[in-house]
């Protein structure tokens, strides 16, 4: 009798730590999804904004933005120079043009 006992002790033992490792490793990809779920919220947000900025600089409505600003959506890829150009807008590029990185090949 004092065999099954151990093999039983044993067994709950495997049982918590499988149940335990289950758990973590659920909590572990419910994060990553949840940062990766943020990551993509972010980047869409950040494409609205630059193109709201496309569309503001266009009816040369400069407020706040600063050149950084341009670069910045250009060289993350949020929106590309010909946005730019194409919405009239092309002069501000120009004069951010020393912190636009050059476009990868």
């Given at each position: 009798?004092?065999?099954?006992?151990?093999?039983?002790?044993?067994?709950?033992?495997v049982?918590?730590?499988?149940g335990?490792?289950?758990f973590?490793?659920?909590?572990?990809?419910?994060?990553?999804?949840?940062?990766?779920?943020?990551?993509?919220?972010?980047r869409r947000?950040?494409?609205?904004?630059?193109?709201?900025?496309?569309m503001?600089l266009?009816?040369?409505?400069t407020?706040?933005?600063?050149?950084?600003?341009?670069?910045?959506?250009i060289?993350?890829?949020?929106?590309?120079?010909?946005?730019?150009?194409?919405?009239?807008?092309?002069?501000?590029?120009?004069?951010?043009?020393?912190?636009?990185?050059?476009a990868?090949?």
């Amino acid at each position: 009798m004092d065999g099954w006992l151990k093999g039983l002790i044993a067994t709950a033992c495997v049982v918590v730590i499988a149940g335990g490792g289950y758990f973590a490793f659920s909590e572990y990809r419910r994060s990553q999804e949840q940062e990766a779920a943020k990551a993509a919220a972010d980047r869409r947000a950040l494409i609205v904004a630059c193109k709201q900025m496309i569309m503001d600089l266009s009816k040369n409505e400069t407020k706040d933005y600063k050149g950084g600003y341009i670069a910045t959506c250009i060289n993350d890829g949020y929106v590309t120079e010909q946005e730019f150009k194409d919405a009239g807008a092309g002069g501000y590029v120009d004069t951010v043009r020393s912190l636009i990185r050059p476009a990868a090949e």
